[in-house]
């Protein structure tokens, strides 16, 4: 995803896409022009770099030219008549090949058949690389089409947002949805995820989905998942990647006008981890940041036993099921550092010091998101 000015922008046509549709453009073009030797002509600014890839490919002699339409000064857009800017050769008996970035409305393209209309050419074709049908208003015919697309702004590869974007090699998209923040909580059982959790959901508005809860609340209300859960649970393994995803979607799809996710106990093995992301692409949306509370394993332990005084978690009781649960997240869990670093995503805060000063480092980490 990319931000341009204060929008949000994600990939839409890779650059690979792109290519495939100018060649395939430019084989069609040269097949159908025989020995004819055609004017391009590019309507700047956005067909600059359509221009350059397709003429650079393009197997026979050629001209080149550009042309500008702008907009007379002091006049409205509604009655908007363009004045043409860079067309200074003879096109007589020529055969004149458009080359648009993209059309829509089919404005544009109406200026220029009227500004060809008294040129005399032989043939005026039109070409454009990029079409959105629901858009187009008027009958003017598209001689060749590299790309239908749906009615969404688009950046890059030429277009611009407000002056941004022209020099991206692919295209964007427009996010329709808002943008959200969404975090990773990770470290080991007991590491304070759940704590930490509480004071971020409030200082930054997102909504806080431990899976260990939905687990408990499920176990609590003995629903057939609280009691397949159960049976993992209690041994300090990890319930079975499937139920566990089944639910973390449910339970994201219960609050779809969130701001953003703390997501705390998931994910906990790669498939979970591949999950989210999938999970987060459909809402438009990624993960920002894991950002790990790093504990050492004697302090976990012990924490967790204090706390199984008053929590009345069975997994919390036992040091047995306690060193299993640890014992999990260096075998199964841990490996989510590497999956979450390699892209830049990884951050660790020391889990050790009073609840305030660790929710502050944590902050930091965040604000600097
Ligand atoms: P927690 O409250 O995060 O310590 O989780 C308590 C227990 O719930 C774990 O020991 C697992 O048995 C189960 N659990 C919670 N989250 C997950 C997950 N993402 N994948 C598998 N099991 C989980």
Known sequence: MI???????????SAEKIDAAVQKMVLDIANDLKDEIPVFIGILNGSFMFVSDFVKAYPKPCEVTFIKLASYEGVKSSEDIKRLIGLTQ????????????????????????????NKNVKDLIIATLFYKPEA????????????????????????????????????????????????????????????????????YNLEHISTGDVFRFNIKNETALGMLAKSYMDKGELVPDQVTIDM???????????????????????????????????????INAMIALEVDDDVLVERLLERGKTSGRPD?????????????????????????????????????????????????VIDAL
């Open 248 to 286: 973390l979607n449910a339970e994201v799809e219960k609050n779809a006008d969130a701001n953003g996710f703390i997501f705390d106990g998931f994910p906990r093995t790669d498939a979970q981890a591949k999950a989210l992301d999938e999970l987060m692409e459909t809402k438009d949306s990624s």
């Open 316 to 364: 919390d009781a036992d040091e047995s099921i306690i060193r299993n649960r640890i014992k999990e997240y260096y075998t199964k869990t841990a490996i989510l550092k590497d999956y979450y670093s390699k892209q830049d995503k990884y951050f660790g805060v020391d889990g050790i010091g009073s609840i305030e000063n660790i929710t502050v480092r944590l902050s930091k």
């Open 90 to 117: 003879d096109l007589t008996d020529r055969t004149v090949v458009i080359l648009e970035d993209i059309i829509d409305s089919g404005n544009t393209l109406e200026e220029v058949h009227r500004i060809f209309k």
């Open 3 to 13: 931000k341009l000015h204060d929008t949000y922008f994600k990939p839409f046509i």
């Open 136 to 203: 187009y208003k008027k009958d003017f015919k598209m001689h060749y089409v590299g790309i239908e697309i749906s009615n969404k702004f688009i950046v890059g590869y030429g277009l611009d947002y407000d002056g941004l974007g022209r020099d991206l090699p692919e295209v964007y998209q427009i996010k329709t949805t808002q943008h959200m923040t969404n975090l990773v909580l990770f470290g080991p059982p007991g590491a304070g995820k759940g704590t930490q959790a509480n004071f971020l959901k409030e200082r």
